[in-house]
């Protein structure tokens, strides 16, 4: 229960920093689908709507395409598809490093996967940015 306390906060903190300009509503409105579909254990189908996300690149602005990878590799972890996790997860990172504004959630992010217990199984894949 915790852990869930803990990622709804974090998935919080990221929605805060969406943009509400009418240009992304559609973007927006996808985000939050996929978003429902893991909120309903939709696991699998909630993921397939990250990546549709992802791939729409171009029309994504920052936060949208955080919240997509933060989705996208919160879904790897529960699915254990251990090379997406290192694609996604890394793509996230090294896209939180980009903007000071979400430092918090970038130091978060890296100590969830270099030290967490829940990450231990996957931090093989991350050994480039997990210092022992």
Request: proline residues 0%.
């Amino acid at each position: 229960m915790k852990k869930l306390s803990g990622l709804i906060n974090l998935v919080c903190l990221l929605i805060t920093f969406s943009s509400s300009s009418e240009q992304h509503i559609d973007i927006d409105d996808l985000l939050v689908e996929a978003f429902k579909l893991k909120t309903e254990k939709s696991f699998e189908q909630s993921y397939k709507s990250y990546l549709a996300i992802i791939e729409l690149d171009e029309a994504l602005d920052y936060s949208q395409k955080v919240n997509a990878y933060y989705g996208a590799l919160e879904l790897t972890f529960i699915l254990k598809k251990e090379d997406s996790a290192a694609e996604y997860g890394k793509a996230l990172i090294n896209l939180l490093a980009q903007n000071k504004k979400y430092e918090e959630v970038y130091m978060r992010l890296i100590s969830r996967i270099c030290f967490s217990d829940d990450w231990a199984f996957y931090r093989h894949n991350f050994t480039d940015i997990c210092v022992n």
